[in-house]
């Protein structure tokens, strides 16, 4: 956060941040989603709501994606059918 302090084209820094924060949450790699809600409370602090918005949509949409792929893992494994889908697929 030292740094940010720092960076000239802050506008620039978020559609990188946007870009790379989206790739975690849906790749799964994310250490924490503690540690990203941290990251984007200090990004709120310094440049505000409006600045960070985005970013705590992401979070926020993250959670009932998750639960809707997990339920629909779970029923497409309860059927017959093999329906060619794979939830659980990480794109590279």
């Known amino acids: 956060m030292l740094m940010f302090?720092?960076?000239e084209d802050k506008e620039f820094f978020l559609?990188?941040?946007t870009d790379l924060?989206?790739?975690?949450?849906?790749?799964?790699?994310s250490a924490s989603?503690?540690?990203?809600?941290?990251?984007?409370?200090k990004l709120q602090q310094m440049c505000g709501f409006e600045y960070t918005r985005?970013?705590?949509?992401?979070?926020t949409d993250?959670?009932?994606s998750q639960e809707l792929s997990s339920e629909f893992r779970?029923?497409?494994?309860?059927?017959?059918k093999y329906?060619?889908?794979?939830?659980s697929r990480k794109s590279t």
């Not at 989603?33 to 409370?41: F, H, Q």
């Open 83 to 87: 329906l060619g889908l794979d939830s």
């Open 33 to 41: 989603i503690d540690a990203e809600r941290n990251v984007i409370s």
């Open 15 to 17: 559609e990188i941040y």
């Open 21 to 29: 924060l989206g790739k975690r949450l849906i790749n799964d790699k």
């Open 54 to 59: 985005k970013l705590n949509s992401m979070l």
């Open 74 to 80: 779970e029923r497409n494994s309860n059927t017959d």
């Open 5 to 7: 302090k720092y960076i």
């Open 62 to 64: 993250i959670q009932p």
